[in-house]
């Protein structure tokens, strides 16, 4: 496989048959954000660049002007078995942003790909198609992550991420942070010192993130399948409230600029958004093993009841609240209803888990931002597992920077009953700084919440190894995030058997 370094060789000039060219418009690298590919089928994949010779400057360093940008995907690395190639235009209006969707190959295959722009050559990606819809698999291995603010560590884990072998990484939410700079002595980088709220802001924010080199490698190295949540929009935000209870205009402007600058930076098959409505979820397979769906709980929800993290109160049972909305959640029910996969999943972006937050065994206290804000949708939803019988259903969330495993019932309050799904909660890349492996607070969740099987605050992402017998987690850790080059360990595998919805450690 691609590893670190191959994955961003050094840019290269390109002429004709690949003789020496001049470096034409461009004095800088144009790739300097580098390459992505994502959502894979089973015979086509999407392609993403972005041209940037001067990132952080407001236009990136490229002007008005459209500019053609040649790509080629290949069988070798060397690019002297050239697969598909083709040329297309990457204009101002979209940030002089890329995305090929790239048909006709074949599935469960390895494929390298590039970009030229003014002669010069892009770092190479590697790519992976998705089995063929009916195959039998013996594996599909997922990577899951989430949650990288960037000023609170070093992006180490994508850097030992890149080294896995993955067929798809899925990445919960959380791409960005909006905020401001905020100059702490614990911060180990900056933010620029705006909060981002205009299309130009958010662009230089995603410029920001996607010059690190470590999630560079990540993306060279493994298709990824991407949702947003609400920091790359604003924090707790709702259909059109702004998570401080603002509504209006205003807001509306502002997320149809947050979310059309995260579509220019992402490699995903949805078009472009309409004004403020990006319309993202979508189901990707891989063959007769895992149907992954990806699920928006942020555009179609209703405002979040109660206060933060609360007592709760009526509002979060109350019988018209919505988190997926009614057409999401009605599209969610017909890819599970009859699925021949082995593993359903469903990729969100919050615990859907009861989580009691007070540390006090006396009190309960939960944050309404969570499915525990949407009790009557959540409880509708995973009843629907069981009286639907949906095959091994399996939950993928974000959002809560710890390491998470539980247990899903309908009815958390009746712990006798049996689970009807097992939930995957990936803690962040680097959001909240230095984690940590044990402390009171960990406990007190561990003890509160007894559907829970583990949970652990170190920053890091999981490794799911997934057969037609057993799905398998691996909860891989750095132990720092504000020191480069952290080692990458494995602080504990979690096992589901195949038709028993139960956590086992392994």
């Given amino acids: 496989m691609l590893r670190g370094g191959l994955a961003l060789a050094a840019a290269g000039a390109l002429g004709p048959l690949g003789c020496a060219a001049p470096r034409g418009r ?29 990132p952080l400057d407001d236009d990136g360093g490229m002007g008005p002007e459209a500019v053609p940008v040649r790509w080629q995907v290949a069988h070798d690395e060397g690019f002297t078995r050239i697969l598909r190639e083709g040329e297309t235009q990457a204009m101002a209006t979209q940030a002089h942003s890329v995305h090929v969707d790239v048909l006709g190959l074949a599935p469960q295959r390895a494929y390298f790909y590039r970009f030229i722009a003014g002669g010069i050559a892009s770092p190479v990606g590697r790519t992976r198609t998705a089995p063929a819809p009916g195959a039998a698999l013996q594996a599909v291995r997922i990577g899951q992550v989430g949650c990288q603010h960037y000023e609170d560590g070093f992006y180490t884990a994508y850097r030992h991420l890149a080294d896995e072998d993955l067929d798809v ?83 509306r402007t502002r997320r149809a600029a947050a979310l059309k600058a995260w579509w220019e930076h992402m490699p995903l098959r949805a078009p472009a958004p309409v004004a403020e409505n ?26 979040q009841p109660c206060g933060k993290v609360v007592p709760l109160c009526d509002g979060a049972m109350s019988p018209h609240a919505r988190m997926l909305g009614t057409a999401q959640e009605h599209w969610l029910r017909g890819q599970l ?113 007894p559907h829970l099987r583990f949970a652990s605050a170190l920053r890091g992402y999981v490794r799911h190894d997934i057969t037609d017998a057993v799905w398998r987690a691996d909860m891989r850790v750095v132990d720092r995030v504000t020191v480069r080059a952290a080692p990458i360990r494995t602080q504990a595998s979690f096992a589901v058997e195949a038709g028993r919805p139960l956590v086992a450690r392994a």
């Fill in 26 to 54: 461009f004095s800088d690298d144009p790739f300097a954000l580098g390459v992505a590919s994502g959502d894979p089928l089973h015979d086509r994949v999407v392609l993403w660049t972005r041209l940037a010779p001067r």
């Fill in 169 to 251: 990484v899925v990445h919960t939410g959380d791409y960005i942070y909006e905020g401001a700079g905020r100059n702490r002595p614990e911060h180990v980088r900056l933010h620029s010192p705006h909060v981002c709220v205009t299309l130009a802001q958010y662009r230089l924010r995603y410029a920001l993130y996607k010059s690190d080199p470590d999630l560079k490698l990540a993306h060279a190295a493994h298709p990824f399948a991407v949702v947003f949540d609400d920091h790359e929009v604003a924090n707790d935000w709702a259909d059109d409230r702004d998570g401080m209870g603002n509504d209006g205009a205003a807001f």
């Fill in 278 to 303: 990006m319309p993202s979820y979508r189901t990707l397979g891989f063959g007769r093993l895992v149907r992954l769906n990806l699920c928006d709980t942020r555009q179609y929800r209703t405002d």
């Fill in 337 to 449: 209803t009859g699925s021949p996969a082995r593993w359903n999943v469903i990729g969100q972006q919050v615990l859907m888990a009861e989580l009691d937050r007070d540390r006090d065994p006396e009190a309960r206290r939960f944050d309404t931002d969570k499915w525990d804000g949407y009790q009557v949708p959540r409880q509708r939803l995973l009843t629907f597992l069981a009286e639907a019988r949906v095959r091994n259903p399996v939950v993928l969330s974000g959002d809560f920077h710890r390491h998470i495993v539980a247990e899903l019932r309908p009815d958390f309050s009746r712990p006798e009953t049996p689970p009807v799904a097992v939930e995957f909660l990936n803690t962040s890349i680097s959001s909240n700084g230095d984690g940590r492996e044990r402390s009171k607070r960990l406990s007190a969740l561990l003890r509160d919440n």
